[in-house]
């Protein structure tokens, strides 16, 4: 299998790439990554029907193209399932998407909770499908739950950019050391502490 196969079909082949092997954990550090692994789902799969939802949105997963050209060809293949459900996909998605679609676009760094309420704001039904990347999901999910929103439907990708400008996005190891650091600092600055590779 080749490097760029095993990135796109993580769960098939256990192979990733770092670019180096050690990483600056203290013990709180260490007990937070613990604590996140012990009682958080590390990834969620497909789940609910298309045709229930009233809306759906898209949430990229990092900047660069590998895992947003995935999340793409979903929505392409949800708008031939629902051709009149209304896409919300935020620019990194929608860049690579050949449907109908509202994009999501800011300038400045978007957060999940921002994508999630720009879409809120603009639709009127309640019942959303969430595109997201497998280990982004759950926060996807509950940031919608959180604005009233029910998830019916869940299309993941599973894998990770290895190259993407996001150091956080670039593995399942920097993932889950942001993710358990997320409600103390941003991406960037987890990534600089812990010198994600």
């Known amino acids: 299998m080749s490097a760029k196969s095993a990135l796109v079909t993580p769960f098939l082949n256990h192979n990733f790439f770092y670019t180096h092997p050690d990483y600056t954990l203290g013990s709180d550090a260490k007990r937070r990554v613990h604590d996140y692994l012990a009682n958080q789902p590390l990834f969620l799969q497909d789940y609910g029907q298309i045709e229930q939802a009233d809306f759906a949105i ?6 660069s193209d590998c895992i947003n050209l995935e999340l793409a060809n979903i929505a392409n293949k949800v708008h031939q399932i629902a051709p009149s ?20 676009a800011n300038n400045q ?6 994508v999630a309420k ?19 999901a759950k926060r996807c999910i509950e940031t919608c739950q959180s ?7 869940l299309k993941v990708v599973n894998g990770f950019p290895a190259n993407d400008p996001q150091p956080w996005v670039r593995n399942p190891i920097n993932w889950v050391i942001k993710e358990s650091h997320r409600h103390m600092a941003t991406g960037y600055e987890i990534s600089q502490k812990y010198q994600l590779a």
């Open 58 to 63: 898209g949430f990229s997963f990092g900047d």
């Open 85 to 104: 459900l209304t896409l919300y996909l935020q620019q990194e998605i929608a860049l690579h998407a050949s449907t109908p679609r509202i994009i999501i």
């Open 109 to 114: 760094y978007q957060t999940t909770f921002d």
């Open 118 to 136: 720009q879409a809120q704001q603009r639709q009127v039904g309640k019942k959303v499908l969430v595109l997201a990347q497998a280990w982004h």
């Open 147 to 153: 604005l009233g929103l029910e998830v019916v439907a």
